[in-house]
Every structure is written in structure tokens, then in C-alpha cells.
């Protein structure tokens, strides 16, 4: 299975950015870094996704090392509603693309 | 909004019965996704579809389940004789698959079910 590691939980003022990393250090060349996140009682959203260059959109950034073997989500200005559950997973670009989810980093935006 | 739907949102059924969940993806995404949640564990992979067909089941997927896609497009996943360890939180997700759309289709999920098992 895909290993990833992220920190347990982290906290983040609100409108300050919010730097969550991830370590997969197993990532081969044709997999995908994705990151999702989980508000209570919701289902996982899709928040962006990245090869090997650093990628935004309205969510957020997401910043891959050159060795792709660690990735840096950033939400640029927290707010309350960011507060949730984010995964760090990679998938291959062959396959059935199944997920598979670790624990996640629990982000909490202090007001 | 035309998010995947999932029905019910909550299921509460005595011990041995049967309970069925529906979802229904987002049109036009041929790959259907069923994941199952445990209170502070992230969703675990159940099994897929691509159109009708089941392509892949989990081991966590005992002979008590069974999932179906008949037309290729709404999903139902059967539980029976419930029991105990089958309360969680049933997620469904749907997506493109690579040759209808660029690369890495992201999956999108539903709100999910959560069963409770008395």
C-alpha cells in the first residue's frame, strides 16, 4: 500500500497560511501526489493534485520537492471553515486509482 | 448540485438485518467507488466499478456485502446479517477514467452513510 506521513494535528491562526506537509518518501516516477480533506460528518475533497511541478488553484498550493519524495499543501489565508482532516496520498497514473488514506493531519484554525 | 448523492444519511438497524445504501455519482463519471470509514481511521477501499462491471473487491469486503451497478450508473451496497463491526460510515466517490478526460481524474465523494448497528 502507499505510505505517506503527516503530522498527527496542527494548528494555524486564522488568516495566516497554513503549511501542512507530507513525507512519502516511496513515491515512484508515475505517481501522483493528491491531497483531500475531510470536514466533520462530510465526505473527502478533493482539494489538488500534483506530478512533479508545483501546482494552484482556487484552494490552494501545493509544493512538491525536487526529489518528490515530500509535498507542502498551503492554504494561503486560514479560515475557520478550513478546519478538518487532511490526507496526503499517491496514486499511480496506471491502475484502478483506489485511495488509500492514512490518518491525516488534523488542522485546527485557532480565531 | 450535482455532487454525488448517497442515501440514507443515517441507518440504524438491530443486529442480523439487512440494510441496502444507494448512490448515486455524478453523471457521465464511469468509475464508481465504495469506502468504508471507522471513527478515527481514514476511509479504506471496498471495491470499484468502471460502467457495470466490478473490477476489484477488497478482502475487507466479506461474503456479507455485495455491490452492484446495473445500468452503470446509480450503485447500491448491500449488507447482510449486519453485525457489530459493520457500523461505519459508507462512502461512495465517482470519477473519469483516464480515457474520457485528462490524466488523474480525481475522485469526489459523497457525504456517505453511517450505519449503526444496535
Known amino acids: 500500500d502507499a505510505k505517506t506521513t503527516q503530522p498527527p494535528s496542527m494548528d494555524c491562526a486564522e488568516g495566516r497560511a497554513a503549511n501542512l506537509p507530507c513525507n512519502h518518501s516511496?513515491?515512484?516516477?508515475?505517481?501522483?501526489v493528491y491531497w483531500y480533506r475531510q470536514i466533520h460528518s462530510q465526505g473527502p475533497q478533493y482539494i489538488i493534485h500534483?506530478?512533479?511541478n508545483n501546482e494552484t488553484n482556487e484552494m490552494a498550493s501545493l509544493i512538491i520537492t525536487e526529489d518528490r519524495k515530500s509535498s507542502t499543501l498551503i492554504l494561503p489565508h486560514a479560515t475557520l471553515r478550513d478546519t478538518a482532516v487532511y490526507y496526503c496520498?499517491?496514486?499511480?497514473?496506471?491502475?484502478?486509482?483506489?485511495?488509500?488514506f492514512g490518518t491525516g493531519t488534523r488542522l485546527t484554525i485557532i480565531p | 448540485d450535482t455532487g454525488v448523492s448517497q442515501n440514507p444519511r443515517h441507518k440504524i438497524t438491530k443486529r442480523g438485518q439487512n440494510v441496502t445504501f444507494r448512490c448515486d455519482p455524478i453523471?457521465?463519471?464511469?468509475?464508481l467507488y465504495w469506502y468504508r470509514q471507522t471513527l478515527g481511521q481514514g476511509p479504506e477501499f471496498l471495491t470499484y466499478?468502471?460502467?457495470?462491471?466490478?473490477?476489484?473487491k477488497s478482502r475487507l469486503l466479506s461474503d456479507r456485502f455485495s455491490a452492484e451497478r446495473p445500468k452503470g450508473s446509480f450503485s447500491t451496497l448491500e449488507i447482510q446479517r449486519t453485525e457489530q463491526g459493520d457500523s461505519a460510515m459508507y462512502l461512495c466517490?465517482?470519477?473519469?477514467?483516464?480515457?474520457?478526460?485528462?490524466?488523474?481524474?480525481?475522485?469526489?465523494f459523497g457525504d456517505g452513510t453511517r450505519l449503526s448497528i444496535l
Open positions: 466517490a465517482s470519477s473519469l477514467d483516464r480515457s474520457r478526460g485528462p490524466s488523474n481524474q480525481p475522485q469526489h
Open positions: 516511496t513515491i515512484s516516477g508515475n505517481e501522483y
Open positions: 500534483g506530478l512533479k
Open positions: 496520498i499517491f496514486i499511480s497514473n496506471f491502475g484502478n486509482e483506489k485511495l488509500t
Open positions: 453523471s457521465e463519471h464511469n468509475r
Open positions: 466499478f468502471q460502467n457495470e462491471a466490478q473490477l476489484e
